[in-house]
């Protein structure tokens, strides 16, 4: 079973739109860490947030939201009025123990690609 | 201006060829890691890094070899025993510790035939 699922591969939508990026996770650990990256066409990740378990408050950052819900294991991400810049792969990535004594592994689901169409 | 440098941006190299990857980051992060990336896919670990001088395998570290020397040096080489080593392979780095963001390099693309 794949520890965090994108289950959309790709999405489009018109400027302008709102539209909302879904990810699921799995584990089975208390303290644990959840990422947005997002990849433009040039290929490098650029960090979007971090939210760490214990907090399930929402936040918003300008066009950008995030909606953490514990009972589902989902952290949500939101673009409200969609545009062209926005367009780039989303990835979802859960840091949780794993190596060993402070150790944690990040893992990532397969990205969500977004089409912002002017 | 910190942050991470990989070279170079595209690699082409024949079958059954060695061929290592650089990467360097001046944000004196302790931690550094290796991950690949094919089309439609995540990222997957193929080594990191939490000291000089120690490396770990990650998901997929067949085929492929690191060293650690320096702190802000973490190059990857890949080994003509690596079945399929065309892919896009990107470097990261970051403090110790889950709670922190990895931070990426602009990534390599490497073809080989």
């Known amino acids: 079973a794949q520890k965090v699922t994108q289950a959309q591969t790709e999405i489009s939508v018109v400027e302008k739109e709102d539209v909302t990026l879904d990810c699921v996770y799995e584990t089975r650990d208390t303290t644990y860490y959840l990422f947005w990256y997002k990849q433009p066409p040039s290929g490098e990740l650029v960090f979007l947030i971090r939210?760490?378990?214990?907090d399930e408050q929402n936040e918003i950052s300008g066009r950008y939201s995030w909606n953490f819900q514990k009972s589902t294991s989902s952290f949500n991400f939101t673009i409200t009025a969609s545009q062209v810049v926005d367009s780039a792969v989303y990835f979802c990535a859960l840091s949780e123990p794993s190596w060993g004594a402070g150790s944690y592994q990040l893992t990532f689901g397969k990205g969500t690609k977004l089409s912002v169409i002017p | 201006d910190g942050g991470i440098t990989q070279s170079p941006k595209y690699l082409f190299r024949k079958e059954g060829q060695n061929v290592t990857l650089s990467c360097e980051q001046n944000l004196n992060h302790d931690a550094m890691y290796w991950y690949r990336q094919d089309p439609g896919q995540g990222l997957r670990l193929i080594y990191y890094s939490q000291i000089v001088n120690d490396f770990q395998k990650g998901d997929i570290a067949e085929g492929y070899s690191v060293s650690r020397e320096k702190k802000e040096s973490f190059p990857l080489t890949v080994t003509s025993a690596q079945k399929n080593p065309t892919a896009f392979y990107l470097c990261?780095?970051?403090?110790?510790?889950?709670?922190?963001?990895?931070?990426f390099g602009p990534g390599t693309r490497l073809t080989v035939t």
């Open positions: 939210r760490n378990s214990f």
């Open positions: 990261a780095s970051s403090p110790l510790g889950g709670s922190y963001e990895q931070y």
